[in-house]
């Protein structure tokens, strides 16, 4: 299908994913925007199995990346390259948007403030428990945190073709680290005086299915940068949701850790009755911090499953804990990460090939180059 002047781009990245490509292309396809109004483009990241195949059954237009994979969002910037729509919209593979969706995002982006908007996941139940925990906390947050945010997450996300060529499209380096790449992303759209959106009308069935390994690498690889590390105001000064969820997400780890160490220093004898005294005061805490979080998870999931939430949420909130110190330490000792050394050399003398050595864009001029 050639669609002549689109309105809206809709611009999927894949890599070795076909069956719930095929999934999420189906859930496009019934899309009530009419199709004569937006054009699928699907960008095929190196991949080995039918990834191509299926894209081909729905695609306007397939574009087959050789060698190896280089990450979504380089993926995302060849899409943008070859797209025509005024609007972007950038769709994950595993992700199934609703049918009103893609009008929601038109709608949201026809406030001419607005240059990005990010839709709210929901979650297939049937996972095993650390992907179900995952889905309900995600949801909780996204939930409790829409409005004005200052990160664009382009797994399910919208923005305007201008304000991206602004900001210098997606930045190619930062692999397997999304979460970093949408605070940095969202606050260079904001530079821009432009504002970003969580709208929660606007959702999609996120199908991804996570093992322990693969959280526990995320978690430490992805979550060890805070947001206020950042050069423009957070967008918690004008979203009362948005600053509870931060403050409670600061909050926790310490307070989990703070629990840990002085049960321990209590078991070994140390500390006497003040380390009892402060054991308490952090239990305390981190119960009235998290009821909300408890009591949303017992509406979705039933009480009995809480035996489950809470000892996950704990372990998982010192894990963030860890992610931020080791963080801290592996940026002051050896710098932010970076791509393998040829990739680096070819971007340093410019060298112009097709498909493009993936670019990386400058810091903002009031951002340190560790940060």
Known sequence: MTIQSPILSVIVPAHDCAEPLRRCLDALAASELPRERWELIVVDDASQDDTAIVAARYADLVVRLPGRPLGPEYARNRGVELSRGELLAFVSADVCPKPDALSGFIRALGNPTVGAVNGVYEYARGGNLLTDFQALYNQFVRDRAAGEVDAFFSGFGAIRRSVLASVGGFDEWSKNRPRVAAVELGQRIRALGDRVLLDAGIRAI???RRSLAQMLQQTLRDHGVPYEEHATPPAEAVNDGLRWVRRRERATPVLCWTAVDCLALALFGRGGIWVWFILAGAVAGLTVLNVPFYAFAARQRG???????VPLHFVGSMLVGTARLTDRVL????????PDPAIEAFAEVGLNTWPPVPIRRAPLASQSPGA
């Open 331 to 338: 940026r002051g000792l050896v710098g932010e990460p970076r």
């Open 206 to 208: 996120h199908l991804k």
């Open 303 to 309: 009480a009995a499953r809480l035996f489950s939430v």
